[in-house]
């Protein structure tokens, strides 16, 4: 093959570059371009970013245990007798003694037959979601849900069926009409369906109405699937979520410990034919390297503490309580009481990213959330509470977002 015939396929590999500037530039115009902050302290009301302190109200962080002596304690132990990694997949060499006993913690905290451990959140969204759901199922879920229940959605190859936002009669309606078209049709065979839904949705704080969802899937034969991430360790008065708090037992419970367990990995809480499947069948589950001991000795201690130290949950939702009653003026009805995620609705992207701004010269890091995290035109300041946050803390914060936002 001569040069000239070589040049169109050099021609193209050049436009590739290009390609990537030209979407890079066109995201920036729109002012959507984000960075980093930079960490260089634990997740506490006071942390070190980009080298300087800053009072932290965004944090998930939410009971205050990555900074916990005792789980720190336990970290540390365990990669003194485990080593720093956990040398491959949990079917390979990656399931250690830990792994189990942090699984046999979750389900029977929660109350299930069975927890699968996963290396995130998100890979447990999209696992559990891809080995349950085949091209045979059909999946309701809610608008606002997760990216990784979204995604999760759109890898299984199952039908997927959007419901409004915390619409219970929409859903009812919605698997009603799916059962009469599958009854009457041979193009369209019945196969299983799954309601999946944000238990604590993690923009806006409003939480599923898990009870009547319960009730719902299972008059239709669906299963309710709830990702607890944000309502395990704050709603519920000992913290096991939204099943505590309503007394409603979805089928499957995802959650996650790196929100108000302060560790890592995300799980599944499930029957024990549903934990089988998923260790079989489950990609990344099967394909992921494990978390190392560190972190799951860290899940462990923390979900310890958690079970012994109730006043942890009650100084958080305290502290959930005084805050919104002190920026009251800011909040729009919604989110729930005890949610540790309080939006403060500001509408226009750029006065949101002003009023940001204004925060974190005042040493307050608040970050603006605006599209695509939310809708054009619903962009917002999203406070996030901690359970170690002082009274004198939180003064500080109205008082300053009042003196910003009315500037």
């Known amino acids: 093959m001569d040069h000239s015939e070589q040049s169109p396929t050099k021609s193209l590999s050049q436009d590739v570059p290009a390609s990537i500037r030209q979407r890079n530039t066109a995201w920036a115009e729109q002012g959507l371009e984000r960075s980093t902050w930079e960490f260089s302290s634990p997740q506490e009301p006071i942390a070190t970013i980009d080298g ?3 009072l932290l109200f965004s944090s998930s962080n939410y009971l205050g245990l990555s900074a916990h002596p005792q789980v720190k304690a336990a970290a540390h132990n365990a990669i003194d007798q485990r080593g720093t990694g956990s040398g491959g997949s949990r079917l390979t060499t990656g399931t250690l003694d830990i792994h189990h006993a942090v699984e046999r913690s979750l389900a029977e905290w929660l109350g299930y037959e069975s927890a699968v451990y996963f290396a995130t959140g998100y890979q447990a969204n999209v696992g559990l979601l891809t080995a349950l759901a ?15 229940i979204i995604d999760g959605c759109r890898l299984s190859r199952a039908r997927t069926v959007i ?50 969802l319960v009730e ?11 990702d607890e991430a944000h309502s395990l360790g704050t709603l519920g008065p000992t913290g096991r979520g939204l099943g505590e708090e309503t007394g409603a037992r979805p089928d ?24 089988r499947l998923l ?58 009481p005890h949610s540790p995620i309080i939006p403060l609705h500001v509408g226009d992207e750029a006065h949101a990213m002003e009023i940001s701004h204004g925060l974190r ?29 002082t009274r004198e803390q939180i003064d500080t914060l109205v008082d300053t977002l009042h003196d910003v936002w009315t500037r």
């Not at 719902?216 to 709830?226: E, F, K, N, T, Y």
Request: net charge negative; charged share 15%; proline share 5%.
């Open 52 to 54: 300087r302190e800053f």
């Open 134 to 148: 085949d091209s045979t199922a059909t999946i309701f879920s809610d608008e606002r849900n997760h990216a990784s």
């Open 163 to 212: 419901y409004p936002h915390c619409g219970v009669g929409e859903l009812d309606e919605a698997l009603a009409t799916h059962r009469v078209r599958t009854q009457s049709s041979s193009d369209h065979p019945a196969g299983p369906m799954f309601v999946v839904t944000d238990g604590l949705f993690s923009m806006d704080g409003t939480v599923a109405p898990t009870a009547e």
């Open 216 to 226: 719902v899937a299972h008059r239709h034969g669906a299963w309710l699937i709830v």
């Open 252 to 275: 499957i419970v995802v959650g996650t410990a790196s929100k108000a367990l302060g560790s890592e990995g995300g799980f599944v809480c499930c029957d024990t034919q549903t934990a």
């Open 279 to 336: 260790r079989n069948q489950s990609r990344p589950y099967v394909y992921s390297t494990s978390n190392a001991a560190g972190v799951m000795a860290a899940t462990g201690a923390a979900l310890e503490q958690l079970q012994n130290t109730p006043a942890l949950v009650e100084r958080l939702q305290d502290n959930v309580e005084y805050l919104t009653q002190r920026a009251s003026e800011y909040l729009h009805p919604g989110p729930h």
């Open 361 to 389: 010269e005042r040493g307050i890091h608040v970050p603006a959330i605006r599209y695509p995290t939310v809708a054009r035109g619903s962009a917002m300041l999203r406070v996030t509470v901690m359970a170690t946050h």
